[in-house]
């Protein structure tokens, strides 16, 4: 089993630029998150996602799109992407309901 | 706002020696987590107690969970060089579908 695999690792965008930060994950597990940390801190929840076509709102959700078409992905979206933005990005899926969570290495993403 | 605090902030140890950290809450919980991070990496999960439990053991990890002061304690036991992460708690609250994570405790044990 590969868990959760997040693409890509390393990533740098400019202001204004969108993209889309990819997660997937082959447990087959219903409930999967999306959460930024900043230096020093915590995670705090951005997105999360109770099963296949049902997405809601953590924390931080504002400037992030989610969807959830399937039960392995759940790819993560910068609209527009700001410097604010910059931070690591980790997905996590569990079994059912948020914990445990089995982890990605997670995506270091820079906004100049 | 971020539910646990983890104290100390930091903590610096010799390997063989204990090391306890501790994590606050703000609200009623279903269950209570902790996670190590290694640089760079991702978290994994540690331990789990539930909010009917009040003891739990895993190994060298022992955690308590006291719901009336709302907080937990982590004790890792004869540490080692391996152990030098960050540790996270994290509360599950009963509101809702949501894991709220604290600041963390980075944990160096020198060999």
């Known amino acids: 089993n590969a868990g959760v695999t997040q693409t890509p690792k390393f990533q740098v965008l400019k202001t204004g630029q969108s993209m889309t930060l990819q997660c997937a994950q082959d447990?087959?597990?219903?409930?999967m998150s999306w959460y930024r940390q900043d230096p020093g801190m915590g995670l705090r929840l951005i997105h999360y996602?109770?099963?296949?076509?049902?997405?809601d709102q953590g924390e931080v959700p504002n400037g992030y799109n989610v969807s959830r078409s399937t039960t392995e992905d759940f790819p993560l979206r910068l609209l527009s992407a700001a410097p604010s933005q910059t931070s690591v990005y980790f997905c996590?899926?569990?079994?059912?309901?948020?914990?445990?969570?089995?982890f990605g290495q997670g995506t270091r993403l820079t906004v100049v | 706002s971020q539910q646990g605090e983890e104290d100390p902030q930091a903590l610096s140890i010799q390997e063989g020696e204990n090391a306890t950290m501790n994590c606050s809450y703000k609200?009623?919980?279903?269950?209570l987590q902790w996670y190590r991070q290694n640089s760079g990496r991702g978290l994994v999960h540690l331990i789990l107690?539930?909010?009917?439990?009040r003891e739990k053991h895993s190994g060298r990890l022992r955690v308590t969970l006291d719901t009336s002061k709302k907080s937990s304690s982590l004790l890792i036991t004869a540490s080692r060089a391996a152990d030098t992460a960050s540790y996270f708690c994290?509360?599950?609250?009963?509101?809702?579908?949501?894991?709220?994570f604290g600041g963390g405790t980075r944990l160096m044990v020198k060999p």
């Open positions: 996602s109770v099963g296949a076509g049902i997405t």
């Open positions: 609200t009623s919980i279903n269950n």
């Open positions: 107690i539930r909010s009917n439990e």
């Open positions: 996590a899926s569990s079994l059912q309901g948020p914990a445990p969570a089995f």
């Open positions: 994290a509360t599950h609250n009963n509101a809702g579908n949501m894991l709220t």
């Open positions: 447990m087959n597990h219903e409930y």
